[in-house]
C-alpha cells in the first residue's frame, strides 16, 4: 500500500495505482478530468495532457518534486507522494490551454451534434474554457468517410484519444480501424473506407469522448436530454445483454452500454444488442437509470465555474462525509 | 591546430575503408577491450571521461549505459540514434559518411560495454546514400572478424544492422525511434519505463547518438582520465559543429569544448566571419531548438564574460539571456536576416513534423505556425505577439516528448530578444510585403535609434 | 494499374535476408525498409494494393502498414513524376536562398510546389530540412544530395536528369 496525498487529502491505495485512479477511489473534485484515458482499455492514456497533476514531493524516500507537471492516468504514486490538482494554478493553467488546444480546431457544432448533453469534451469545456476563442485561422477540416451502416463518422469532431483503435485492437479480432497521417492531419480512418463488421465495434460510439463516433440508427432522432434512460437486459450469447434503453414514449430510440460516474462503461455490449433490439419487447426493463455526472440529462443546466475558488477544506469535508457514508 | 581526435585522420585517402582505417589506428580499441578489460571497465572509462550524449540533451553517456537493466533475462540492445534531423545539424551525416569505421568500431565497443549481443544503427530515410556506406563498412568487418560470432577469437559475438527511417524528425527522440525500429509510427512512448528497462521489443536498450558513440573507442585508447583533461569543467572532449547560415566557410568543424564563439565564428580555421562583410545579427548555436541569441549576447554572456563554446557557457544566464549547446547545429544570420520570416519556417518545420499524439502539440504547433505567417506576411496584430508567447507557455512542459518544448523554445526567445522586429511587422505591413523586407535595407531599431539620439 | 503487384525472386530473397535481422516474431520491423523497397519497385508509389500486398508479405494487418505509410514523409501515397524533385526549405536553407530556388523551379517548369509536370518527368515537393545546412540551398532526388545550388545548376540539373529519363529511387 502507498499513501498519497492529493489536493491535501490523504489516502492510502494499493502499490501500483495511478494517480487518477487513486483520486477516482475518493470521487469528488479532486478527480483530473480525463479525455483520452480508458480505465478497461489497455494501453490507452498520456495523449490529451487533461489530466496534467502537479507533484509535489515525488515519495517519502526522494521528496524532490517532479519538474514538470505529469499525466495523472499514467503516473503511478509512490509511497509519500503528494499530488496537487485543484490546488495548483500551475495545473488550472495548463488545464485551460489544453481545453483551448482541444477547441480549436473543434468545429462546435453542438446544435446538430447528437452527442451535444453527453459530450465529455463540452462538459470540460464548461468547466476550463474560455468563453471567447483566440483563434482566428482557419478550422480543419477532413474529407467524410463512411464506416459502414452502424456507426457514423464526424472527423472534424475528432480529439484523436485513440480510444477507438484500443477497442478495434482489443475488443474486435480483426482491426480495420487506425490512425493515418500525422501530426494534426492525423485521422482517425479505416483507410479506403473499409466497413467495420465485427460484432463489438459498436463500442467505439460508447468509448468516444466526443461526437466523432455516434450512432447511425440514433441520428438526428432526439437531443439526448429530451430521451429517458432506462435500465434493461436481455439474455444474449454474445454479451452479458446489461444495457441502457433510451427511450421516448413507448419508443426505443438509441441502445447504449451502461456508464460509470467517469463515463467508462461498465460493461461492452454486442452490437446485436445495440443496433438490432429496438422494441421494448425485446428487453427485460429493470428502472430508470441513475445518470451520476454532472450533465444536462440529469440536471438541464451546467454549474458555471469561471473563477475556480478552492477552499481544500470544504473540499475535505465533503470528501470526508462521502467516504463516511460509503 | 585545435586537437582533433574524431576527425583527425579526415584528409587520409581512403579512410573509409577497413585497411586505411586500420592504418591509422582503426580497431585497436576493440582489440584492447575484447582482450583486455571487463565490460563495466569499459563503462567505467566511459564514466571517467565525462562524456555527454552529443545528440542534444547533454546527459553523461557512462551514466546512461550503467542504468541498464542487468538483472533482465531479456537480451539487451544498443541502438545508435543516427536520425540526425535537427535543422542545422548536419556532423553525423558527415561522419559516418567520411568515416564510417569510426561508427562500427564505437559500436561494436559500446554493445561490448552493454552486454548487447545484436545492435542497431537506425539511420534517417533521407541519407540513403550513407546507409549504403555504412553497409559496405559493416561487410567489411564482418569479413576481418570484427563483427560475427566469436569475434577475434574470443567469447563475444555481435551483430549489427543498419536500419532506414522514412522521413520523421520525431524519430530522432529516442522512444519514437524505438517504435519506429519495431515498424511502427513513431509516436514517442511515455516515460517511464525508461529504455534502459524497456526499450526495444521490450528489452532493456541504450539509445545513444552516432558522435558519442564514435567518440568511445578514443576514450578506451587513450583512457577516460585523459579524455576528461581536454574541455572546460563538466564539458569533456571535442565536439563536432555543423556551421551554417550566413558564414564564409560553412561546415563541420571538430573544436575542443571551451573554445570561444568568437573564435569560432571569426577565424579562418572555423567559420571564416560573416559572408559579404555585413553585420552579425543572431545566432543558433545549437540546432533550431534551442533558443536565439541577439548579437550583444553572442560572443559575450550577460555578465561581460566570453562565451565558450561549452554545455555551461552557451546556457550561462538561462533562458533570459543564453541557449544551450544541443546538437551542435551552429546557424549564423547577418543584418539581413528576418527574424519573424526565420522563426516563422521553423515554426513550420515543427508544426510538420509534429508527430500529432498529444493535444498541446499536435494543435499548437499548428496554431502557431499560422499566426507567424501573418504576423511575418505583414496581416498580424499587436495582440498576436502576446499570444504567441501564452501558446508556447501553454505547449512547453506539457507534452509527451520533447518536441513541444523544441517547438515552443525558438519562438518564445525569438519575441523575447526581438520584440521589436515583431511589431515592426504589425506596424508597417507594406514594408513587409516583399519577402525579402531586409535584405537590402536591414532592420534598425526604433528604440535604439531614440536611444542614442 | 497493368503491373501485377509482386516482388521478383531476388527482391522476395533481399526482403527475407531484412527478416533475419530482426528477433523471431518481430518481422514487423522490417515494414520502413521493405515500404522502400516496394516504393522503388511500384512506380515511386504506394497504392493501397501495394500495401496490402506487404502486409501479407510480413503477416501483418493492412491497416498496420497504412497507419505507418502515411506516417512518413517520404512514403508517396499518390503517384509522382519519374524524378521527384526534393527541395529543402528550412532554417539555414531559407537564409541560403531557397525560396528563391523553389520559384526557380516553379517558373522553369510551370508548375506549382506538390505538382507534377504535364509529361509526368518531375514533381516539384518542398521538404523540411535534409541535414545538409552547410550545402544550403540544396534538393533531393531519389538517393542523391545536389548541394550549393543556384539557378544555373539547378537547370544544368534538370537537363541532365530529362537526358537520363531514369525514374529516382532512393534504393
Given at each position: 500500500m502507498a499513501k498519497v496525498t492529493i489536493d491535501g487529502l490523504e489516502m492510502e491505495v494499493p502499490d501500483g495505482t495511478s494517480i487518477l485512479n487513486a483520486a477516482r477511489m475518493v470521487g469528488g473534485d479532486i478527480v483530473p478530468p480525463a479525455m483520452c484515458y480508458y480505465s478497461k482499455l489497455k494501453g490507452s492514456g498520456g495523449k490529451c495532457r487533461t489530466c496534467l497533476v502537479k507533484v509535489s514531493q515525488g515519495s517519502a524516500k526522494d521528496p524532490r518534486p517532479m519538474p514538470k507537471l505529469v499525466p495523472s492516468c499514467s503516473t503511478t504514486v509512490q509511497d509519500g507522494m503528494v499530488v496537487e490538482n485543484i490546488t495548483s494554478l500551475d495545473v488550472l493553467e495548463a488545464r485551460k490551454g489544453v481545453v483551448e488546444f482541444l477547441l480549436i480546431n473543434h468545429p462546435l457544432d453542438c446544435p446538430v451534434c447528437d452527442q451535444a448533453g453527453e459530450c465529455d469534451l463540452q462538459n470540460l469545456g464548461y468547466k476550463h474554457?474560455?468563453?471567447?476563442?483566440?483563434y482566428e485561422e482557419e478550422r480543419r477540416t477532413f474529407e467524410k468517410a463512411d464506416i459502414g451502416d452502424n456507426i457514423k463518422l464526424h472527423m472534424n469532431r475528432c480529439i484523436l484519444c485513440y480510444r477507438c483503435t484500443y477497442v478495434a485492437d482489443q475488443l474486435t479480432d480483426c482491426r480495420s480501424h487506425g490512425v493515418i497521417n500525422?501530426?494534426?492531419?492525423a485521422e482517425i480512418s479505416t483507410y479506403i473506407s473499409k466497413a467495420i463488421d465485427n460484432d463489438f465495434s459498436g463500442n467505439m460510439i460508447d468509448v468516444c469522448p466526443v461526437g466523432a463516433l455516434t450512432d447511425k440508427t440514433f441520428r438526428f432522432s432526439s437531443r439526448v436530454w429530451f430521451t429517458k434512460p432506462m435500465d434493461a437486459h436481455r439474455d444474449c450469447k454474445k454479451c452479458s445483454g446489461k444495457v441502457v434503453l433510451w427511450e421516448k414514449g413507448n419508443e426505443v430510440l438509441r441502445v447504449t452500454g451502461r456508464k460509470d460516474k467517469y463515463g467508462e462503461l461498465e460493461e461492452f455490449i454486442c452490437n446485436e444488442c445495440r443496433f438490432?433490439?429496438?422494441?421494448?419487447?425485446d428487453w427485460v426493463i429493470e428502472g430508470p437509470r441513475h445518470i451520476d455526472k454532472h450533465s444536462v440529462i440529469s440536471q438541464n443546466h451546467y454549474e458555471l465555474l469561471n473563477n475556480i475558488k478552492v477552499d481544500i477544506v470544504k473540499y475535505q469535508k465533503q470528501v470526508a462525509e462521502r467516504v463516511n457514508k460509503g | 591546430m585545435a586537437r582533433k581526435i574524431l576527425l583527425e585522420h579526415l584528409n587520409v585517402p581512403g579512410i573509409e575503408t577497413l585497411e586505411v582505417f586500420r592504418k591509422m589506428g582503426g580497431y585497436q580499441a576493440v582489440e584492447k577491450v575484447l582482450k583486455t578489460m571487463s565490460p563495466d571497465d569499459v563503462t567505467e572509462e566511459v564514466k571517467k571521461s565525462g562524456l555527454r550524449g552529443r545528440g542534444g540533451a547533454g546527459f553523461p553517456a557512462g551514466m546512461k549505459w550503467s542504468f541498464i537493466d542487468k538483472k533482465s533475462e531479456k537480451p539487451r540492445y544498443l541502438v545508435c540514434?543516427?536520425?540526425?534531423?535537427?535543422?542545422?545539424?548536419?556532423k553525423d551525416r558527415y561522419l559516418m559518411e567520411k568515416i564510417p569505421h569510426s561508427l562500427i568500431e564505437g559500436m561494436i565497443v559500446s554493445s561490448y560495454a552493454l552486454g548487447a549481443k545484436t545492435s542497431y544503427i537506425y539511420i534517417r530515410g533521407e541519407y540513403f546514400y550513407v546507409l549504403r556506406i555504412l553497409e559496405k563498412a559493416i561487410a567489411e568487418a564482418y569479413e576481418a572478424g570484427?563483427?560475427?560470432?566469436?569475434?577475434?577469437?574470443?567469447?563475444y559475438s555481435l551483430d549489427l544492422h543498419v536500419q532506414i527511417g522514412a522521413g520523421a524528425y520525431i524519430c530522432g527522440e529516442e522512444t519514437a525511434l524505438l517504435e519506429s525500429l519495431e515498424g511502427k509510427r513513431g509516436n514517442p512512448r511515455m516515460k517511464p519505463p525508461f529504455p534502459a528497462i524497456s526499450g526495444l521489443y521490450a528489452s532493456p536498450t541504450v539509445v545513444n547518438n552516432v558522435e558519442t558513440i564514435a567518440a568511445v573507442p578514443h576514450i578506451v585508447n587513450m583512457t577516460g582520465d585523459e579524455y576528461a583533461k581536454i574541455g572546460v569543467g563538466r564539458s569533456t572532449g571535442t565536439k563536432l559543429i555543423s556551421a551554417s547560415g550566413h558564414i564564409n566557410k560553412p561546415g563541420v568543424y571538430e573544436i575542443e569544448m571551451g573554445l570561444p564563439v568568437e573564435e569560432f565564428i571569426y577565424s579562418d580555421e572555423y567559420c571564416g566571419g560573416i559572408k559579404n562583410g555585413k553585420r552579425l545579427k543572431a545566432l543558433i548555436a545549437g540546432g533550431s531548438s534551442v533558443p536565439i541569441l541577439p548579437e550583444h549576447l553572442i560572443t559575450k554572456t550577460a555578465n561581460g564574460d566570453a562565451r565558450l563554446m561549452t554545455y555551461e557557457s552557451l546556457s550561462d544566464g538561462g533562458f533570459v539571456s543564453g541557449t544551450m549547446l544541443g546538437s551542435g547545429g551552429f546557424i549564423v544570420m547577418d543584418e539581413t536576416t528576418c527574424i519573424v520570416r526565420n522563426t516563422w519556417t521553423l515554426a513550420r518545420f515543427y508544426h510538420h513534423e509534429s508527430c500529432g499524439q498529444c493535444s498541446p502539440c499536435r494543435e499548437g504547433t499548428g496554431w502557431m505556425e499560422k499566426v507567424l505567417h501573418r504576423i511575418e506576411n505583414g496581416h498580424g496584430k499587436m495582440s498576436d505577439v502576446d499570444l504567441l508567447v501564452d501558446i508556447a507557455k501553454k505547449i512547453e512542459g506539457n507534452t509527451i516528448c520533447p518536441l513541444g518544448d523544441a517547438a515552443a523554445w525558438p519562438i518564445a526567445s525569438a519575441i523575447r530578444h526581438f520584440r521589436e522586429e515583431f511589431e515592426y511587422h504589425v506596424k508597417y505591413p507594406e514594408k513587409v510585403k516583399d519577402p525579402k523586407h531586409f535584405f537590402y535595407a536591414p532592420f534598425v531599431s526604433e528604440k535604439m535609434n531614440a536611444s542614442i539620439a | 494499374m497493368s503491373k501485377e503487384i509482386k516482388f521478383s525472386d531476388e527482391t522476395l530473397e533481399v526482403v527475407a535476408k531484412i527478416i533475419l535481422r530482426y528477433p523471431e516474431g518481430r518481422q514487423k520491423s522490417a515494414l520502413l525498409p521493405v515500404l522502400h523497397i516496394a516504393q522503388a519497385e511500384f512506380d515511386g508509389w504506394l497504392s493501397s494494393e501495394v500495401m496490402d500486398y506487404v502486409a501479407s508479405i510480413l503477416n501483418i494487418k493492412p491497416i498496420e502498414v497504412y497507419e505507418v505509410a502515411s506516417f512518413y514523409s517520404m512514403y508517396n501515397l499518390k503517384p509522382v513524376g519519374k524524378c521527384l524533385l526534393e527541395v529543402c526549405r528550412t532554417g539555414p536553407c531559407m537564409l541560403n536562398g531557397a525560396e528563391d530556388l523553389v520559384a526557380h523551379f516553379e517558373n522553369k517548369l510551370n508548375i506549382k510546389d506538390g505538382e507534377t509536370t504535364a509529361d509526368g518527368m518531375f514533381t516539384l515537393k518542398t521538404v523540411e530540412c535534409l541535414g545538409s545546412c552547410g550545402t544550403a540551398p540544396m534538393l533531393q532526388c531519389g538517393a542523391d544530395y545536389y548541394e550549393n545550388l543556384d539557378n544555373q545548376k539547378a537547370d544544368a540539373l534538370l537537363d541532365k536528369l530529362r537526358d537520363e529519363n531514369q525514374r529516382s529511387r532512393y534504393c
Open positions: 474554457g474560455l468563453a471567447k476563442t483566440r500525422r501530426g494534426d492531419h438490432e433490439k429496438k422494441n421494448t419487447s | 540514434n543516427a536520425d540526425e534531423s535537427e535543422p542545422g545539424t548536419f570484427f563483427l560475427g560470432k566469436n569475434i577475434l577469437g574470443t567469447d | -
